[in-house]
């Protein structure tokens, strides 16, 4: 496993997505943030079009769908407790994508406000900010 190529490329999408969720605001964050939204549902990226990605969270089974659902990374989730959890690659469908299965990377959910949700991902040594707009049913 070349981990510096997995860090280059989690870094190249976390950033991206960085960018696009910048335009997200927290005006009233909930206090206590609500860590348990993250347990299920759909998940999209504020201003990230659904079909360049999404993911879906069921049971501890979640699931990252890339190139208009053809492509996925399915992992397990590990709650530590209500707002940090591992997330550990199981499978995936594009070999080329940098992630491999028993990769690991650690949240944190730092807020939450109605469906939104900040997290901080940890990947080896690197940390990124990204926030979840949880799809509304």
Known sequence: MNYLKIVSAA??????SQAKSQDTEFGKPDKPAKCKNIRSGKFLRANYPEGIWYM?????????YFNNGKDYIKSTLVFVDDCNYKVIVLEKSDKNDPMQVGDVVNNTIV???DNLIKLHSKIGNDQ???IYVKEKK
């Not at 870094?11 to 991206?16: H, I, M, P, Q, W």
């Open 11 to 16: 870094l190249l999408v976390l950033v991206c």
């Open 128 to 130: 990124f900010e990204v």
């Open 56 to 64: 879906t969270i069921k049971g501890n089974t979640q699931t990252e």
């Open 111 to 113: 807020e939450t406000q």
